[in-house]
């Protein structure tokens, strides 16, 4: 699995769009990038995933460079609930059908 | 369609009680997963399953027993209870490994 890299903390104003980077330096060919977010105490959910391509969902959008190395999950319209832990993982989610979560991003979204 | 879910939801034990999670899908998935989550840390893989009658370890197998004897249930079982068990814990399943659907959580304390 590629080791991911989060910014522990950001802030959003309510209503404006917030780009949440990732930093996935080592990503190798056939590993995706995958996003899930944590609303307090609840349990985590599948945003969106990709290869190479941008994709978009009716929750978000993902940008991929290029290279791979980075991403960004972008929430077009935040709003006070989407206040969360995002999690950024990249894996092959190969022979082992799992995921390994990091610590993630705590967006806060501010009216 | 309840999704997944997790009984019970709250458990306070003494140390070296015992103890048996339930999870359960109506989804009708391959794979299921347990993790646990420590305060400000991410999910850990305690063990999975990638169908009915199959189980594996994960990331933090020690001190939990798992079992997968019908497909729509996924049993966490804590023989020996310790305060280093206090934790809160998540059960989800997946078709896929990389969508993964979580359920509410169960707080468990071990005084």
């Known amino acids: 699995d590629a080791k991911t890299t989060q910014p522990p903390s950001m802030d959003c104003a309510e209503g404006r769009a917030a780009n949440l980077p990732c930093n996935h330096s080592?990503?190798?060919?056939?590993?995706?990038v995958y996003w899930y977010r944590q609303i307090h105490s609840q349990g985590p959910q599948y945003i969106i995933h990709?290869?190479?391509n941008n994709e978009t969902n009716e929750m978000a959008s993902l940008i991929i460079t290029e290279d791979r190395k980075s991403s960004t999950l972008i929430l077009p319209h935040a709003t006070l609930r989407d206040t969360a832990v995002y999690y950024c993982?990249?894996?092959?989610?190969?022979?082992?059908?799992?995921?390994?979560f990091g610590k993630g991003t705590l967006l806060t979204v501010n009216p | 369609n309840a999704g997944v879910t997790q009984t019970p939801k709250f458990r306070v034990l003494k140390t070296g009680q015992s103890m048996t999670l339930l999870c359960a899908q109506d989804m009708n998935h391959e794979y299921m997963y347990w993790y646990r989550q420590d305060p400000g840390m991410g999910l850990r893989l305690i063990h999975y399953s990638v169908g009915e009658g199959t189980t594996a370890k994960g990331e933090v197998p020690d001190g939990y027993n798992v079992s997968r004897l019908k497909k729509q249930n996924f049993l966490l079982g804590l023989e020996s209870a310790a305060p280093s068990q206090t934790s809160v814990y998540f059960c989800a399943s997946s078709n896929t490994g990389y969508e993964q659907y979580f359920g509410p959580g169960t707080r468990l304390t071990v005084t």
């Open positions: 993982i990249a894996d092959s989610g190969g022979s082992n059908y799992k995921l390994t």
């Open positions: 990709g290869l190479k």
């Open positions: 080592t990503i190798s060919g056939n590993e995706y």
